[in-house]
């Protein structure tokens, strides 16, 4: 190792440079250390007029900057290419760089005269497979990494959202933090649930120092966009489409209404969530993935023949008739099962609805699922269960119970062993309920038949109001129904030996 003027002990110099990053656990090549002590000088030199660093301190330096920067690449096997996003003076990025030469790096910076330092460092420094992007890195910038490094720049979140372009499939994103960050992690692992899993999470501090730290690393599940792209256009399942007059738009539209579900056999889902859950739970029922141009791609794992259909905003707008703003999918929906009134019903509790308002419908389904119903039958005044409306109220649930079309109300035969739900009934909490029953609640407005309604049970309440809302009122019967049965089954379970 050459001597250079500082390099006498206690001094900053190479010398004292390899020593405390070998007390802080990095031990380093002489011609390493030298360049490393080459870019300590650079950044000193233009700290002042550049504002680069805030630890001026030498020994602070190594440790806190240049053994922190290095740690990382002893602590997992670092990924090329790398892009250190908000490297600022270099940081992870030139130390990283000069302790494992053959790692591909791209120092990503945001402003300018950050960027001419990091350009005359490398240069200088002599450092190949390097460079710096200048300005800010957005979820645009699609270069393929297979590793994104950060220190000390945005939240966790913030970041994987930010290089949702450019980290390829089972690609690295690794925060360095600070100790305290086990928010940002939890509230990470689940907005990105599916699209990132966290990979390792390591509590450590730097050897022979105090300073403590945190690795965090989590590994890309999903595609880049411009990969999932190709995929749709090479199976010709995209489409770009601008025009109302066009055909896909046109069903799309249709299906708007009972109508058009009915004719065309698919329904719309919206709603970032939904949307999810229904990919994830029902996807042999997805047809078409619906978003604008520059909006969310398609996830991975879509069967071969989903379509793409990116659909000029202005039309877009016109489907999203619920402003969410997310993609929405159009799904399979099928003519209802005819339900044969003759034919003996499940055990438990079947639910008939009547409703016309779609809202009520999805309700009344969410409520169906949440209290075990075993089926349900849409009567022939009820509005379709896949409305757009009755989906999105349903949560999903339309696509989770099993579910008939039956007959009118005023066609259901008095000898069916069905419990009607109206004002004029017995008290609901003195009913007795079959092991085999089928709640009739009545429309809106009207209620039931007079026939239905001499046999009813109702809800006691208030004279304040007329009714309850229809869907509320058939989630207090199930609920009623749901709480007896438990009760009994705790009743028949065996008394637990003392
Ligand atoms: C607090 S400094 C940290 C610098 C360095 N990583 C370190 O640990 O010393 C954050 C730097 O990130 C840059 N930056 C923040 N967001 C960025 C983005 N989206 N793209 C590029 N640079 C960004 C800022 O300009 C700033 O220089």
């Known amino acids: 190792m050459k001597k250079t003027p500082h390099d006498r002990k206690g001094k900053p110099g190479p010398k004292q440079l390899g020593a405390i990053l070998t007390r802080c656990g990095v031990s380093l090549a002489p011609e390493q250390i030298h360049r490393l002590w080459a870019y300590h000088q650079l950044l000193r030199k233009h700290n002042e007029e550049l504002n680069l660093t805030r630890i001026h301190n030498f020994e602070n330096m190594v440790e806190k900057l240049y053994a922190d920067s290095i740690l990382p690449g002893l602590m997992i096997t670092l990924p090329s290419p790398l892009l250190d996003l908000g490297t600022g003076p270099g940081m992870p990025g030139i130390p990283l760089k000069i302790a494992f030469p053959h790692l591909q790096v791209i120092l990503a910076e945001a402003r300018g005269k950050r960027v001419d330092f990091l350009r005359k460092a490398l240069d200088e420094l002599g450092l190949e497979g390097m460079r710096a992007e200048g300005g800010l890195i957005t979820a645009s910038f699609s ?7 950060t220190r000390a720049v945005e939240s966790i979140g913030e970041t994987l959202t930010r290089i949702e372009g450019c980290l390829c499939q089972g690609g690295l994103a690794i925060f360095m933090k600070g100790p305290r960050c086990d928010q940002e992690v939890a509230e990470a692992i ?10 390792q999470d390591m509590a450590y501090t730097i050897p022979g120092t105090p300073h403590e730290r945190r690795l965090v690393v989590f590994r890309r599940l999903t595609q880049r966009p411009g990969q999932v792209r190709k995929v749709f256009e090479g199976r010709g ?38 949307v999810r859950d229904v990919i994830q739970r029902h996807v042999d029922r997805v047809r078409t993935w619906i978003s604008w141009p520059g909006g969310a791609v398609p996830p991975e794992g879509l069967p ?5 259909i990116e659909l000029e905003k202005s039309l877009f707008r016109e489907l999203d008739v619920f402003g969410t703003g997310a993609p929405l999918l159009e799904i399979g929906a099928p003519p209802l099962e005819p339900w044969d009134p003759g034919s003996p019903l499940p055990a438990g509790v079947t639910l008939l609805v009547p409703f016309q308002d779609p809202e009520n419908v999805g309700a009344v389904l969410r409520s169906a699922v949440a209290f075990g119903v075993r089926a349900v039958v849409i009567l022939k005044e009820g509005a379709s269960p896949f409305h757009p409306k009755a989906l999105r109220a349903s949560a999903g649930a339309a696509l989770d119970v099993r579910l008939y079309r039956g007959p009118g109300l005023k066609d259901l035969s008095p000898e069916l062993p ?12 003195r009913a007795v309920f079959p092991e085999t029953l089928a709640i009739l609640p009545g429309v809106e407005g009207p209620g039931l038949p007079e026939a239905w309604r001499q046999r009813a049970l109702s809800i006691p309440m208030t004279d304040r109001v007329d009714s309850l809302n229809a869907a509320s009122a058939v989630a207090i019967a199930l609920y009623e129904w749901s709480r007896r049965r438990r009760a009994e089954e705790e009743k028949t379970r065996a008394p637990e030996k003392v």
């Not at 071969?304 to 793409?308: R, T």
């Open 304 to 308: 071969d023949q989903v379509l793409w």
């Open 237 to 274: 399942r995209h489409k770009r489409v601008a025009s109302s007059a066009n055909a896909h738009f046109k069903r799309l539209k249709r299906i708007l209404t009972a109508k058009g579900i009915r004719k065309e056999g698919t329904a719309l889902v919206s709603g970032d969530k939904l």
């Open 143 to 149: 270069e393929p990494v297979r590793g994104v490094i």
């Open 418 to 429: 069905l419990i009607p739900l109206s004002r004029e009934g017995k008290p609901l909490d």
């Open 190 to 199: 689940g907005n990105f649930a599916g699209r990132f899993e966290l990979q």
